[in-house]
């Protein structure tokens, strides 16, 4: 069938928007823009830096080392002037996990992948934990989710058990923390 058959006409995709030239004012820019409407981790920050970095040298040419030159310096005084805080950014968010009702290793994995030193996420770990512990957690996340006691019908949630169970452990929590969650009697 050809196109004036009733076939569509095939678009080509409008071309991308020319990357601009990269400069540390420009970076800076782009940085201060990125805070702004995310928290971030060092980490993170540098990523999304680097890919513009890519993007600009790519279209435009140019030196990468100096352009790294230029994102290290901007982090260090992003850093120091407290608009960079990985150890704030770790507490934030292991207390808003936990508050959610993730274990104590979707919270690890979670830091870890944002590029939060290990020693940090142990530290903020344990702060979230002493708030709520991994058995609150489990439960917060077993009513989310409808599981065990908070199922509406008792057979359904006998013939449901081990699915239950399963769930727990896949979000990252204990056999025996799943199941005393699952096994309680009521809600």
Known sequence: MNEEQGGQDKKAAPPRKQPRKVSPRYLENAALHYLKRYAATSSQLQRVLVRKIDRSLQFHGGDRAEALGWIDALLARLT????????????????????????SRMIAQKLRMKGVAADVVAQKLADATAELSEEE???????KKRL???????Q?????????????????????????VIDAASE
């Open 80 to 103: 120091r002037s407290g608009l960079l805080d990985d150890e704030a950014y770790a507490g934030m968010k292991a207390h808003s996990l936990r508050a959610s009702g993730r274990s």
């Open 137 to 143: 957690a489990a439960r917060i996340w077993a009513r």
């Open 148 to 154: 065990g006691p908070f199922r509406t019908n008792a």
């Open 156 to 180: 359904v949630r006998q013939e449901n058990r081990q699915r239950d169970l399963a769930a727990l452990a896949r979000a990252g929590f204990s056999f025996g923390i799943a199941r005393k």
